[in-house]
Each structure stands twice: as structure tokens, then as C-alpha cells.
């Protein structure tokens, strides 16, 4: 196996939504009428969070609906400042601040702080959810995990997306 040969990339935004495409909910005309005021970005993110809610990019990256039951609401400034885009079924989430649009790591674990930003904003979210689908992808096909350094690799794609989120992602790639 040629362990020089990268095995991970950074896709576009649009070839990671290709296959969601055909699932695609189109806005109703009053809905399209009342964002037309809306900078485009953030029509296209309404259409794509739409579009994904439900749906799972990669392991315990599942995109859903913020209904204001989740447990970072439970703080009054996270939820004042904070939706929820995704969850990972064991009570942490991945929050978009409402002001910026950069992501942050909940966990409902700790006290204090409640969350850890990611550097990221959504477009790159999508990008770092695929990344971790490559990931799943290869640690399900190699026989010794040794051959490649994915976690090497992986990291370098991370840096990619923002040169601190190694270090601030919040899980360990082993």
C-alpha cells in the first residue's frame, strides 16, 4: 500500500451535497418572498440545513431541527447566542453562534466552559464532517491500522480548514 499517497481530501461544498440533492426541499414562494432580503449565503444555508435535517454525514454527525428541547438551551447565553446543527446522540452538539456563524463543540459534560470553538463556519463544517466520513471510510478497509498514518493525515486536512482545530477538535483519532 503506498503510504505517501494522501487518503484523505478537502471536497467542495457541492460535491459533498450531490447526493442530498435529489432530497432537496424547495422553499414555498411566501417562504422565497420573505428571505429575498436575506444575503444569498444565508438562503443557501437555510436550504441546505433543510435539505440535510435528519440526515447523517458522518458517525455521531447527524443534522436535526433546533425544537429548543436540546441541553445547551439550559444555559441562558448559549441559547440566546447559539443554534444547534448537529448532534452526536449522546447530548453534545454542534452549535453555529448566531452572530458570526463560527462553530463550537458542546459538550454536556463539563461545567464550565460549556463550549469549544471549532474556528469554523458551516461551509467548512460540511467540509470536516466529510473529512471524518473519509476517515470512518479507511478505518473500515485497512487490516493494520499502522500502515497509513491516517490520524497524520487527517490532521494535516484539519489544519487545512483552520490551523487550530486540531488541537481544539474534540475527539481523539486513534
Request: with cysteine; proline share 6%; net charge negative.
Given at each position: 500500500?503506498?503510504?505517501?499517497?494522501p487518503v484523505?481530501?478537502?471536497r467542495s461544498v457541492q460535491e459533498i451535497l450531490a447526493?442530498?440533492?435529489?432530497m432537496q426541499v424547495s422553499l414555498s414562494r411566501h417562504?422565497?418572498?420573505?428571505?429575498?432580503?436575506?444575503?444569498?449565503?444565508?438562503i443557501r444555508l437555510v436550504d441546505v440545513l433543510q435539505m440535510l435535517a435528519g440526515q447523517e454525514l458522518a458517525a455521531e454527525r447527524v443534522f436535526e431541527d433546533d425544537k429548543g428541547d436540546n441541553l445547551y438551551r439550559e444555559d441562558e447565553h448559549l441559547k440566546n447566542n447559539y443554534v444547534q446543527i448537529a448532534a452526536n446522540g449522546q447530548g453534545?452538539?454542534?452549535?453555529?453562534?448566531r452572530m458570526d456563524g463560527i462553530f463550537s463543540f458542546f459538550d454536556h459534560n463539563l461545567t464550565q466552559p460549556k463550549v469549544t470553538a471549532l474556528f469554523i463556519?458551516?461551509?467548512?463544517f460540511l467540509q470536516l464532517a466529510d473529512l471524518i466520513h473519509q476517515y470512518e471510510e479507511w478505518v473500515d478497509q485497512?487490516?493494520?491500522?499502522?500502515?497509513?498514518?491516517?490520524?497524520?493525515?487527517?490532521?494535516?486536512?484539519?489544519r487545512m480548514l483552520h490551523p487550530d482545530l486540531p488541537e481544539h477538535y474534540p475527539f481523539a483519532f486513534v
Open positions: 500500500m503506498d503510504t505517501d499517497k484523505f481530501h478537502i447526493p442530498f440533492a435529489n417562504m422565497r418572498n420573505k428571505l429575498s432580503t436575506v444575503p444569498l449565503d444565508i453534545d452538539a454542534l452549535l453555529m453562534n463556519d458551516f461551509w467548512q485497512i487490516k493494520i491500522f499502522e500502515e497509513i498514518d491516517l490520524p497524520r493525515q487527517l490532521e494535516s486536512c484539519l
